[in-house]
């Protein structure tokens, strides 16, 4: 009788632990697609690098678990609303800052040392040099 008790605390345990883990990938699915979405907007905010001088400026985006931005945003001050490009980057930053926290070891993040590019006017159109 102790076996057979023994037997369903380990099953239930084994299946209580198998629909955790669903969860959590469920749920990390959702997030890695609400974190893509955010980057698209802030990326089709940020499209139009078109340039006369030097407005062309860069920033950084997005912060990686180790530390450090996962990448840079190149646009054009004259096309955009600088204010609303912070507050755009600032939210997609903040979400994956809590992703990495929420599923620590359980994605694949890439950690480098990126290097800020020195942006021009080239032709019309913001360019890292």
């Keep these: 009788m102790k076996a057979i008790k023994l037997i369903c605390h380990i099953l239930a345990f084994v299946l209580l632990f198998s629909c955790k883990e669903k969860d959590v990938l469920a749920d990390l699915e959702a997030d890695n697609l609400k974190l893509s979405q955010l980057l698209t907007e802030v990326q089709t905010y940020a499209q139009n ?25 190149i ?3 004259s096309k955009v609303d600088e204010k609303v490009l912070i507050e755009k980057v600032k939210t997609y930053t903040d979400f994956q800052r809590k992703m990495s926290i ?6 694949d993040e890439p ?8 942006v021009d ?9």
């Design 75 to 77: 646009y054009s001050l």
């Design 111 to 118: 950690c480098a040392l990126l290097l800020v590019p020195t």
């Design 49 to 73: 690098r078109a340039c006369a001088g030097d407005d062309c400026k860069v920033m950084e985006i997005g912060e990686q678990s180790c530390g450090g931005p996962s990448g840079h945003l």
């Design 121 to 129: 006017c080239v032709n019309g159109l913001c360019t890292a040099k």
């Design 102 to 107: 929420k599923y620590k070891g359980k994605r």
